[in-house]
Each structure stands twice: as structure tokens, then as C-alpha cells.
């Protein structure tokens, strides 16, 4: 047990004293911050034809619940699926190998970290909900049981298996990290909208919002006419030019049932864990010790020959960036797994074949998020491998190393996207052809800015599934390829953010590279 305690806390303490968790810490204040918009705002987040709720402590409470159970089983993932990895890659692991503690145990451990982690935030998210109802509300009394219930039957059990999915992953697919992401993206997307547009019994529901948003559509419905429906839109939701109206809600009385079935999710977790148990490599390393005696062993006994040093070729010094940019460009395509290049051939393929509208707002991000581990290590590559003193002493490494890694990522990128290029040139579409190479340009400085700054992968990986969720679901703020907004306004905005994100890259590694 104190072995356990062990891993568990010092894996957490490990964590939260991240800079990276403290970037997400201040992500999580602002997004928390939106969960509930000020009377006055121009946008919702739960909103049930017109309608929004009042602004009581039920409203509160379930809303910033609902909405922390959904966004965070998104972010939550990336955020916490690397507890093994690390292990390996410091050696902690073999060191946690040569203890007592069982295969079930270590990977409870790691999935109670990561739960732990969650909670932080769902901590940090509930305490700003709670100001924003002094702040905010219509002058309704401050009730903590209608904070404390969502959050402990809706978020807590949602988060403890997306906990102990991410040690699932972890131990499934190993150190292929692109794979675990991409799987995680298509598997969310699958169960947020089976939750959304089925009517199942709501204890199926992971993420324990539907039996609410359900409560509140009956609500609604009940003062609307007859010949009109309740829509339910979650998310951030622009109100436009519509009349905000509002409706009483006093909570939801949870049927046994599905308190039961929440519990009953949570114990999925543990399951997954058990399964697992019994494959977990346990940091064995013992093959990899016969590879390394192998391969020195045909060493010992190779004879080998007489070097004649005439017959070496002469050196050539090249102080062009065209052989780093193909260098680059050779290290972007033989990152990750060989068979994730059927997935980007098809998505090259739809971009050719399906219609204009949905290749562009659906396939093409769908495209470009397969490539997040590439562009995800664009500039962290070199510390992650401990050759950054070697990378940042070569020749120019400003205009020549870290260019030529944009320019090879932003050629990969468009080369993935050229048939809808090519296919809006055809129609002589020039300023769309035109946003979706910004596009491509503008995510790569993204990945390269969140890169150097955190100087690690996770922040840029979350924003990016963020961005491509939101594009898929036409919102139209984190459209950075031209699917949703055109014109010339729209393509100077996007320049100008490009432009500032690459001055921004080129002054801070200047000045990392000055320390």
C-alpha cells in the first residue's frame, strides 16, 4: 500500500509542477470563465431553443458540470495518457519493475494520478462557477447542493474512466502515442454523437449529461406550442439576432438507476484495468538487452577489412537549407507508424472525390489532425532527444535549422491538402485556394510556437483536437482554413496571425538560443 501511495503521489506532484500544467491551469481559469456567458453575452453554451435557464444555482451547477464533463473528456485524455511513457523514458520504470507492487496495482496507481490531475481542474472549474453565480446571478439564493450533485454524479465518474482509459491505451499501444490520439479523437466523436442523437436509456451515457439536457428540452417544451419542438444546442453557441428567453430550473431528481449506472461506468474502468494487468510489459527490457548483445556480437566476429583512406570520399561543406528542408521532410514522413499513411492516402483520395463543402469543412481537418504527433514535435525533437545543444550549435540555426523544419512541415501539409487546392483553383476560386494554404502555414506555426514555448508536445496536441472538433462542428472562430469565413478581411486576419505567430517563433529561439 505505501508503495502504491508512492506512485501515486509522486506521479501527481511530478505533474502539477509541470509548466505545461500550469499553462493549463490559466486554459482552464478562461475556459471556465465562459462556461455560464454574463447576462449580456452574445453567446450560450446550453441553450434549448431560445431559451437559457435562469441564472439560479441549479443553472449553475449543472451546466458547468455538464460542459466540464464533455470538454474535459476531451482535453482530459491528452492531458494524463503519457504516465507510462514517462516511467519508461526516465528509467523509473525498471526501478518500479524490481518492486513487490502487482501489474493491477501500478496501473491502478497511474490511473488514480491521472483521476487526481483531472480533479484539479474539475476543482479549479467548480470554484469559478461558484464566483460567477455571485457575480451573475438573477437573485436567487446560493444553494451548494445543487453545485456539488451534478458535479459528483455527472463529471467525477466521467473523468475516473477517461482516467482509466488512458492507461488502457497506454498499455495497448505502447509508446505510439499518434496512434492512442487518433483512435481517442474517432472514439469521442462516436460516442458524443450517439449520445446526442439517440434516444438510449440515459444510463448508456458517459458522459451523464443527457438525462439533464433531457429535463431541461421537457421544460422548454412545456411553453412552447404544440406544433413546435425543443432543440437542444450545447456548446458556444452564437444567439445572433434571436430573443433570449428564460425558463425556471430547479435540478434533477437522478433516478436510482442511474446512479447505479454512473457507479457501474466507474467499475468499467477497473475492469479495463484488470484485463489489461495480465499483458503489461512491466518495463522488460530484456529484449531489447539480447538486440543490443546481438548486434555486438556480429560486431566482435565480422572481420573487418583494411580502410584505405584515399579511397574515402572528400568531405563537401553545404551551407544551403535545401538539404536540411529535404532532411526535415524525410524525419516528418517516417515519423509514427507506416500503415497511418493508408488513413492519409484515403483522406487524400476523399479530398478529390466527395463534395466541395465536406471535403473542406469535414475531411481536411479530419486530414490534417492525423498529422498532430508529426507537427507536435516539429521543435521539441531535438530536446526530447537530447541533441539540442548539438542542433542549436550548428550553422544559422535560425535561418537555416528551425526554417527549414517550417518549411518542410507547411510542404507536407499543403501536399496533403493539394487536390482541394487544386480543385478551387479549377473553379477559379483563387482567394479560398488561397485560405487553405494560409491554413496550413498558420497550423504549423501554431504547433511550432506551443512547442517552443512549453517546450513539450501535450498543449499543442489538446488545442489542436479542440480547434479540429470545433471546425467539424462549423464554429465559425477556429476556422483557420477559409471552410466557414472568406473574403479579404478574413484572409488579412489570418495573415496577420500567421505572421505574428512566425515573428513570435524566430524572437523567442533567438533568445533561448542567447542564454
Same mark, same amino acid.
Given at each position: 500500500?505505501?508503495?502504491?501511495?508512492?506512485?501515486?503521489?509522486?506521479?501527481?506532484?511530478?505533474?502539477?509542477?509541470?509548466?505545461?500544467?500550469?499553462?493549463?491551469?490559466?486554459?482552464?481559469?478562461?475556459?471556465?470563465?465562459?462556461?455560464?456567458?454574463?447576462?449580456?453575452?452574445?453567446?450560450?453554451?446550453?441553450?434549448?431553443?431560445?431559451?437559457?435557464?435562469?441564472?439560479?444555482?441549479?443553472?449553475?451547477?449543472?451546466?458547468?458540470?455538464?460542459?466540464?464533463?464533455?470538454?474535459?473528456?476531451?482535453?482530459?485524455?491528452?492531458?494524463?495518457?503519457?504516465?507510462?511513457?514517462?516511467?519508461?523514458?526516465?528509467?523509473?520504470?525498471?526501478?518500479?519493475?524490481?518492486?513487490?507492487?502487482?501489474?493491477?496495482?501500478?496501473?491502478?496507481?497511474?490511473?488514480?494520478?491521472?483521476?487526481?490531475?483531472?480533479?484539479?481542474?474539475?476543482?479549479?472549474?467548480?470554484?469559478?462557477?461558484?464566483?460567477?453565480?455571485?457575480?451573475?446571478?438573477?437573485?436567487?439564493?446560493?444553494?451548494?447542493?445543487?453545485?456539488?450533485?451534478?458535479?459528483?454524479?455527472?463529471?467525477?465518474?466521467?473523468?475516473?474512466?477517461?482516467?482509466?482509459?488512458?492507461?488502457?491505451?497506454?498499455?495497448?499501444?505502447?509508446?505510439?502515442?499518434?496512434?492512442?490520439?487518433?483512435?481517442?479523437?474517432?472514439?469521442?466523436?462516436?460516442?458524443?454523437?450517439?449520445?446526442?442523437?439517440?434516444?438510449?436509456?440515459?444510463?448508456?451515457?458517459?458522459?451523464?449529461?443527457?438525462?439533464?439536457?433531457?429535463?431541461?428540452?421537457?421544460?422548454?417544451?412545456?411553453?412552447?406550442?404544440?406544433?413546435?419542438?425543443?432543440?437542444?444546442?450545447?456548446?458556444?453557441?452564437?444567439?445572433?439576432?434571436?430573443?433570449?428567453?428564460?425558463?425556471?430550473?430547479?435540478?434533477?431528481?437522478?433516478?436510482?438507476?442511474?446512479?447505479?449506472?454512473?457507479?457501474?461506468?466507474?467499475?468499467?474502468?477497473?475492469?479495463?484495468?484488470?484485463?489489461?494487468?495480465?499483458?503489461?510489459?512491466?518495463?522488460?527490457?530484456?529484449?531489447?538487452?539480447?538486440?543490443?548483445?546481438?548486434?555486438?556480437?556480429?560486431?566482435? %566476429? *565480422?572481420? +573487418?577489412?583494411?580502410?584505405? /583512406? #584515399?579511397? $574515402?570520399? @572528400?568531405?563537401?561543406?553545404?551551407?544551403?537549407? !535545401?538539404?536540411?528542408?529535404?532532411?526535415?521532410?524525410?524525419?516528418?514522413?517516417?515519423?509514427?507508424?507506416?500503415?497511418?499513411?493508408?488513413?492519409?492516402?484515403?483522406?487524400?483520395?476523399?479530398?478529390?472525390?466527395?463534395?466541395?463543402?465536406?471535403?473542406?469543412?469535414?475531411?481536411?481537418?479530419?486530414?490534417?489532425?492525423?498529422?498532430?504527433?508529426?507537427?507536435?514535435?516539429?521543435?521539441?525533437?531535438?530536446?526530447?532527444?537530447?541533441?539540442?545543444?548539438?542542433?542549436?550549435?550548428? %550553422? *544559422?540555426? +535560425?535561418?537555416?535549422?528551425? /526554417? #527549414?523544419? $517550417?518549411? @518542410?512541415?507547411?510542404?507536407?501539409?499543403?501536399? !496533403?491538402?493539394?487536390?482541394?487546392?487544386?480543385?478551387?483553383?479549377?473553379?477559379?476560386?483563387?482567394?479560398?485556394?488561397?485560405?487553405?494554404?494560409?491554413?496550413?502555414?498558420?497550423?504549423?506555426?501554431?504547433?511550432?510556437?506551443?512547442?517552443?514555448?512549453?517546450?513539450?508536445?501535450?498543449?499543442?496536441?489538446?488545442?489542436?483536437?479542440?480547434?479540429?472538433?470545433?471546425?467539424?462542428?462549423?464554429?465559425?472562430?477556429?476556422?483557420?482554413?477559409?471552410?466557414?469565413?472568406?473574403?479579404?478581411?478574413?484572409?488579412?486576419?489570418?495573415?496577420?496571425?500567421?505572421? $505574428?505567430?512566425?515573428?513570435?517563433?524566430?524572437?523567442?529561439?533567438?533568445?533561448?538560443?542567447?542564454?
Amino acid at each position: 500500500m505505501k508503495t502504491f501511495y508512492t506512485i501515486v503521489k509522486s506521479d501527481y506532484l511530478q505533474r502539477t509542477r509541470s509548466y505545461a500544467f500550469l499553462v493549463t491551469i490559466c486554459i482552464s481559469l478562461a475556459f471556465a470563465y465562459t462556461l455560464v456567458p454574463e447576462p449580456n453575452a452574445s453567446y450560450s453554451t446550453i441553450r434549448i431553443s431560445n431559451y437559457v435557464g435562469y441564472y439560479n444555482s441549479a443553472w449553475f451547477g449543472y451546466v458547468t458540470a455538464i460542459m466540464t464533463s464533455v470538454f474535459l473528456s476531451i482535453t482530459g485524455f491528452y492531458l494524463v495518457n503519457s504516465g507510462i511513457k514517462k516511467d519508461l523514458d526516465t528509467n523509473i520504470g525498471q526501478i518500479i519493475a524490481s518492486t513487490p507492487i502487482k501489474n493491477f496495482s501500478y496501473l491502478l496507481a497511474k490511473a488514480v494520478s491521472n483521476f487526481a490531475v483531472l480533479m484539479t481542474i474539475i476543482l479549479v472549474v467548480f470554484f469559478v462557477s461558484i464566483l460567477l453565480f455571485v457575480l451573475y446571478n438573477d437573485g436567487y439564493s446560493f444553494e451548494p447542493i445543487q453545485f456539488i450533485k451534478p458535479y459528483l454524479i455527472i463529471t467525477v465518474p466521467t473523468m475516473f474512466f477517461v482516467s482509466a482509459l488512458a492507461v488502457f491505451f497506454e498499455v495497448i499501444f505502447r509508446r505510439h502515442s499518434i496512434i492512442q490520439n487518433i483512435i481517442y479523437f474517432f472514439a469521442f466523436m462516436v460516442l458524443l454523437v450517439s449520445t446526442t442523437n439517440s434516444e438510449a436509456n440515459f444510463n448508456y451515457d458517459v458522459f451523464g449529461g443527457k438525462i439533464v439536457t433531457s429535463q431541461m428540452e421537457k421544460s422548454v417544451q412545456e411553453t412552447l406550442p404544440k406544433d413546435k419542438e425543443a432543440s437542444l444546442a450545447i456548446g458556444f453557441v452564437i444567439n445572433g439576432n434571436r430573443e433570449t428567453k428564460k425558463f425556471l430550473f430547479n435540478g434533477v431528481d437522478f433516478p436510482t438507476t442511474f446512479l447505479i449506472s454512473r457507479l457501474i461506468w466507474m467499475l468499467s474502468g477497473l475492469v479495463l484495468l484488470i484485463v489489461i494487468s495480465p499483458i503489461f510489459h512491466r518495463f522488460d527490457i530484456k529484449r531489447r538487452i539480447l538486440l543490443k548483445k546481438s548486434k555486438k556480437e556480429d560486431f566482435e %566476429y *565480422k572481420e +573487418l577489412k583494411d580502410i584505405v /583512406l #584515399s579511397d $574515402i570520399p @572528400a568531405p563537401k561543406i553545404n551551407y544551403g537549407i !535545401l538539404s536540411l528542408i529535404k532532411t526535415e521532410a524525410k524525419l516528418l514522413f517516417r515519423s509514427g507508424r507506416k500503415w497511418m499513411w493508408i488513413f492519409n492516402l484515403l483522406g487524400f483520395l476523399l479530398l478529390v472525390f466527395v463534395s466541395l463543402k465536406s471535403a473542406h469543412q469535414f475531411v481536411l481537418p479530419i486530414l490534417w489532425f492525423l498529422q498532430v504527433g508529426r507537427l507536435s514535435s516539429l521543435t521539441t525533437k531535438e530536446t526530447e532527444n537530447n541533441v539540442h545543444y548539438f542542433a542549436f550549435s550548428s %550553422y *544559422k540555426p +535560425l535561418s537555416r535549422l528551425l /526554417l #527549414s523544419q $517550417i518549411i @518542410a512541415a507547411v510542404g507536407l501539409m499543403l501536399v !496533403l491538402a493539394s487536390p482541394l487546392i487544386i480543385r478551387y483553383l479549377l473553379q477559379a476560386d483563387l482567394l479560398t485556394a488561397i485560405s487553405i494554404i494560409l491554413g496550413g502555414v498558420f497550423i504549423v506555426s501554431f504547433a511550432s510556437l506551443l512547442g517552443i514555448l512549453t517546450k513539450g508536445k501535450k498543449l499543442f496536441e489538446i488545442l489542436f483536437f479542440l480547434i479540429t472538433y470545433a471546425n467539424i462542428n462549423a464554429v465559425w472562430i477556429a476556422d483557420y482554413f477559409g471552410a466557414l469565413s472568406q473574403g479579404s478581411t478574413y484572409l488579412f486576419g489570418l495573415l496577420s496571425g500567421v505572421c $505574428i505567430m512566425l515573428i513570435t517563433i524566430f524572437s523567442i529561439r533567438k533568445f533561448q538560443l542567447n542564454q
